[in-house]
């Protein structure tokens, strides 16, 4: 099987389960948003996608093989993950922090390659940063630092790309700005991307699939239009809420307005 898949995952931190028994299958590139209310399971969930987060039972699988089969350095070519809050020295230069995205195609001792060197150019392109390439992350706005984090991602020429909450601390041009940015990504690369997501818009109006996690559970798995819906987001969030739709030019889009909590 192509992509990823976790069968009966038990995921906990110490003595404390967060979920058990998951079941999920990714299998085809396109965009899925994990959504649910705060400490439901949604950023361990990535981080298990990412193995940055061991299952205390079930497996994870990534093509077909046990994910612990892969070394580092293999499932860093195959999976790009971005947390939510990327740190790295202030003075470092935008191009030095892409590059780092590299290294899992470097050996001990060797040097940077043309096709590293081109990787890095082509992500800066991608992402609109050529021009910020020899600014320091200090110099940069919020928006533009995120960018530079996401051309380090884009860097490593992943499959897989796992962003968790991408558009926090960001205003609401810059969140904009990015969503569009990772549909046009996809539509250009086919990658398979997986992210957290708090604005239910965002979800609804960039992604293919939305997963629904609550209490360690996924309560729903599917299509946005059979999962973007009242009957789902009120219970899933213990508000009252509007699911309608609203149009942009040609095209109609399904939006969420909350008015009260249960």
């Known amino acids: 099987m192509t992509g990823i898949e976790m069968k009966d995952l038990r995921l906990q931190y110490g003595a404390r389960v967060i979920a058990d028994q998951l079941q999920v299958t990714l299998d085809k590139p396109e965009i899925v948003s994990i959504i649910g209310p ?7 969930l990535l981080k298990a996608m990412a193995r940055l987060l ?22 860093a070519r195959i999976i790009s993950f971005l947390p939510q809050s990327a740190q790295a020295p202030g003075d470092m230069t935008v191009r030095d922090l892409v590059l780092m995205g590299r290294l899992p195609y470097q050996g001990l001792f060797s040097s940077l ?3 590293d060197i081109r990787a890095a150019d082509k992500a800066l392109e991608e992402t609109e ?27 490593k ?19 904009l700005d990015l ?26 109006r960039y992604s293919h699939r939305l997963i629904a996690v609550k209490k360690g ?45 249960k």
């Open 38 to 44: 705060n400490g439901s399971g949604k950023s361990t």
């Open 157 to 175: 020429e992943p499959e897989i790309l796992l962003l968790d909450e991408p558009t926090t601390y960001l205003d609401i041009h810059h969140q």
């Open 217 to 261: 559970r996924i309560v729903v798995d599917g299509p946005v239009e059979e999962v973007f819906t009242k009957d789902i987001i009120e219970p899933l969030y213990q508000i009252q809420a509007a699911v309608t739709q609203v149009r942009e030019g040609n095209r109609l889009y399904t939006v969420c307005i909350p008015y009260a909590t």
């Open 54 to 75: 061991l299952p205390s039972a079930g497996t994870v699988y990534l093509h077909g093989r046990d994910m612990n089969s892969f070394s580092a350095d293999a499932l």
């Open 113 to 115: 390659s043309e096709d």
């Open 129 to 155: 940063m050529t021009e910020l390439r020899h600014h320091r992350l200090s110099e940069l706005s919020g928006g533009e630092r995120q960018r530079a984090w996401l051309s380090l991602a884009l860097a």
């Open 179 to 204: 969503m569009e940015l990772i549909a046009h990504l996809y539509e250009t690369t086919h990658m398979m991307v997986v992210m957290v997501l708090h604005d239910l818009n965002h979800a609804a």
